[in-house]
């Protein structure tokens, strides 16, 4: 059963990028860079490869360096669903999303089926410390990337990131808000997979 909701989520979401690239490509003008330009793309396609390998083999997580790279991605689709939660959608922010259905499962659906599965069924394994320090690497290179990238061709992913709407102040504001967010969920999931692996191997 868990295998089958894990494919089944692995291929809403799957379908949901392909179709947003798709469309992207032939309304809007969007290009393949810029399409992986997004967070959200980029984490979602983590998260796709993620649910497959652990569909394929659901044990694959007692490998400790698949658990970490597990625990990344979970707490990248978190940070996507709490951003866009909290900093685009009240703005109406445009993250290049055109249709409704695609915007619910890639922001919605997607982190909240990734989160759970983590709380419903954590690694058996103990994540060790420094991973919390390892998941942050990501997020810091695609901050870097953007903000490099960004003033080049004169287009950002997120209306936070960009100069332009509020100058490098609030640039740096939002980013340190996200930066916060992404090392308290990066404790959370370490604690919690910790907890949960000791109860397992004590009881």
């Known amino acids: 059963m868990q295998r089958s909701l894990r494919l089944a989520m ?15 490509l032939s309304r809007s003008g969007l290009t393949v860079v810029n399409f992986f330009s997004y967070f959200t793309v980029l984490s979602n396609t ?6 497959v390998l652990l569909a394929g083999r659901p044990g694959r997580d007692a490998s400790r360096a698949f658990a970490v790279f597990r625990g990344g991605v ?13 900093l685009i959608a009240p703005v109406a922010g445009d993250v290049g999303v055109s249709e409704p259905w695609i915007d619910w499962v890639i922001h919605v659906i997607g982190p909240i089926a990734v989160v759970a ?7 058996p394994v103990q994540i060790p410390g420094q991973s919390l320090w390892i998941w942050l690497l990501f997020p810091a290179a695609y901050l870097g990337y953007s903000l ?4 080049l061709v004169d287009w950002y ?25 992404i090392l ?7 604690r919690w997979a910790n907890r949960r692996s000791v109860i397992s191997n004590t009881a």
């Not at 979970?74 to 909290?86: D, E, K, N, Q, R």
């Open 184 to 190: 308290v969920l990066s404790y959370a999931c370490y």
């Open 157 to 181: 992913p997120y209306p936070f990131l960009d100069p332009a709407e509020g100058g490098y102040q609030e640039v740096t504001m939002w980013s340190g808000v996200v930066l916060v967010v």
């Open 148 to 151: 490099i990238r960004g003033p």
């Open 117 to 123: 599965d983590w709380i419903f069924e954590p690694p």
């Open 74 to 86: 979970t707490v990248y689709m978190g940070v996507t669903g709490l951003v866009y939660a909290f």
């Open 46 to 51: 983590l998260a796709v490869v993620l649910l």
């Open 10 to 24: 692995a291929s809403l979401m799957a379908v949901a990028l392909v179709a947003q690239l798709a469309i992207g």
